[in-house]
């Protein structure tokens, strides 16, 4: 009990302290607590690159899966088989490489933060994980080979450091065509490329293209009487890599990944639904530590507004809004 009161405020000391003096301060400190191993101790309190051989536990990833994502059968199949084999997989001989589509608020962020998660414990605050948004790091049409240069440096670099790393590209659809072909030798199927190996990365693209052709496959299911939840894979696949492919606001348009098919999965993420939209809502005030209130629930939904026009079926920005119409109630 001292010796951990001891502790606590040695780290607590160290946190005002440089690098240096910080791992100094750690290793005599775990000198002196004997029992202890070092790398265990000092990664306790700083975030350390997980070792080739640290597995996390699926079961935590399917959990957070089923219990915080809504409606989307397909991404969470897809996702959990994806990384589960990933994680697995001793040997892997190609990083992994995923692309999640669908419209603004059906979970493509939210998914990318719970693999986050599953991975890192600090998530997308991890040293690790790496969010490149469009509109924020590459802005300008004309700056395109600098970006091109830059983000090569910065994956060589990152990689290096941890080979681990997760880069997830939000605004895809926003991206110069053509700038991310300029990662194309890391998804590939090499074993290392001036001495750094890239198979144990993660590279995530999340784009609203096309959300049109998921849609309109939804409907059709819709329209026929048939579940949601019987679209498969397959129904979906094949028309998402054709059409971001076929895309010029795709990011991904004639892009030589899909080409050299080294996206290793397209993960569709359905249209919601109104009783998604109230999913959604019930689990935000519960996060929120609130009673869940069904009339609440009823009235934040009954705001948001719904396509196509005549069957009003799915929520437009689906549950995206839910935070700040809540913050009213
Ligand atoms: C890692 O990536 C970040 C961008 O997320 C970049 O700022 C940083 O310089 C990179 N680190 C190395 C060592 O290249």
Known sequence: MQLAVALAALVAAVGALEPVSVSLAIGAASVLS??????????????????????PDPAALQ??????????????????????????????????????????????????????????????????????????HFPHEHLVPLYKDQLQKWIRGNVSTCAKSVFIFDEMDKLHPGLIDAIKPFLDYYEQIDGVSYRRAIFIFLSNAGGDLITRVALEFWKSGREREQIQLKDLEMVLSLGVFNNRNSGLWHSSLIDRNLIDYFVPFLPLEYKHVKMCIRAEMKSRG??????????????????PKDEKIYSDKGCKTVQTKLDFY
């Open 34 to 55: 004997g029992y202890l191993a070092k790398p265990r101790f000092y990664c306790a309190f700083v975030e350390c690159c997980p070792p080739d051989d640290h597995r």
């Open 63 to 136: 959990q957070s899966l089923n219990e915080r994502l809504f409606g989307q059968h397909l991404a969470q199949e897809v996702i959990l088989k994806a990384l589960t084999g990933f994680i697995h997989n001793s040997n892997p001989k190609k990083p992994l490489v995923l692309s999640l589509h669908g419209w603004a608020g059906t979970g493509k962020n939210f998914v990318s933060q719970i693999i986050a998660e599953s991975l890192y414990p600090a998530g997308l605050k991890s040293t690790f994980v790496h969010l490149f948004l469009s509109t924020l």
């Open 290 to 307: 609130n009673f869940v209130d069904e009339e609440i629930v009823e009235n934040v939904a009954g705001e948001m507004t719904f396509f």
